[in-house]
């Protein structure tokens, strides 16, 4: 066999550049946009009227008969958009007394198909701190009686920058100040439950004075496959240290998503009714003891 002739070798050359040349693009795009969620850059700037407008047709209360002005609850779904755990969170905080809003930030915004939600993920779409704008334009419409807010996975990032917002007195990115902000919300929130949160390098809570925060049950996955654990452990540790009240759980053998029945096509997470139920457990004693 012949060797390549050199023409040959300098398009190989050439067309290995290019693609590496690419590869380096697309990191340093992908940081470029991390670095600007992190920061709170967004070119999206919403009141809350038009944040409510947005939103409005997705939400929906559980139970379906219960007006949005009766929700004693809010609830913020994970990465992959609103599903089945959602419905039974909103069904056990209903049986408390608590009828549920639940919020779909994903349909409005067109990331419910084509595998955008992945984006969401990824931390390239629609951060922790910008979605909780989402929560103020939920929040802003339950009048001021008790509500307890539960997010799982992002919906626990978000809900953790929402009370950030809310203890150092600014504003979700995106969205317009006004009246309906976090630190104005803040005392109707009587308590919170975090499932399994986000807590890594993007989650922007670690800051401000936690002492008029509401009490918080996080509860965490000790195999959990896509978030860490520790780092939860670590952060809630610090927010206690800030004056945060927080009731840290871990569940022994537990996966990420382990309250969830529909998953994405090739998804490796499990479905653990044993897990979800200790988990029920814990955020009912909660909600009784609080």
Do not use: K
């Not at 590869?23 to 999206?44: E, K, M």
């Not at 919020?103 to 390239?124: F, K, M, N, T, Y």
């Not at 537990?254 to 529909?262: L, P, S």
């Not at 096509?265 to 009784?288: M, N």
């Amino acid at each position: 066999m012949s060797a390549p002739r050199p023409d040959r070798r300098r398009r190989w050359r050439r067309g290995l550049l290019l693609g590496a040349g690419l590869i380096v693009l697309l990191l340093a795009g992908i940081g470029a946009n991390t670095v600007r969620n992190r920061a709170g850059l967004t070119p999206v700037h919403d009141s809350i009227a038009e944040r409510v407008a947005e939103l409005a047709p997705f939400w929906r209360m559980v139970p379906p008969q219960a007006a949005l002005s009766q929700a004693r609850a809010v609830l913020m779904s994970g990465c992959d958009g609103p599903r089945d755990n959602m419905d039974f969170w909103a069904g056990l905080l209903a049986e408390t007394g608590r009828p549920g809003l639940i919020i779909d930030s994903h349909s409005p915004r067109h990331l419910d198909g084509w595998e955008l939600w992945r984006l969401v993920c990824a931390g390239q779409v629609l951060p922790g701190a910008e979605r909780a704008g989402d929560l103020v334009a939920g929040l802003s419409l339950t009048g001021r009686a008790p509500v307890v807010l539960l997010g799982a996975s992002h919906g626990g990032w978000t809900v953790l920058e929402f009370l950030a917002q809310a203890v150092t007195g600014t504003t979700p990115p995106g969205i317009e100040g006004g009246p309906a902000r976090p630190d104005n919300l803040l005392p109707q929130v009587q308590a919170v439950v975090l499932l399994y949160p986000y807590c890594g390098l993007l989650n922007g809570a670690d800051q401000g004075d936690w002492q008029n925060a509401p009490p918080i049950l996080m509860v965490g996955a000790a195999e959990d496959e896509i978030v860490s654990t520790p780092a939860c452990a670590a952060l809630a540790e610090r927010l206690r240290q800030r004056g945060a009240r927080i009731d840290w759980h871990v569940l022994p053998g537990a996966g990420h998503g382990f309250d969830q029945r529909e998953r994405a096509a090739f998804s490796t997470l499990t479905f653990d009714p044993a897990q979800r139920a200790h988990a029920a457990d814990l955020v009912r004693a909660f909600l009784a003891a609080n």
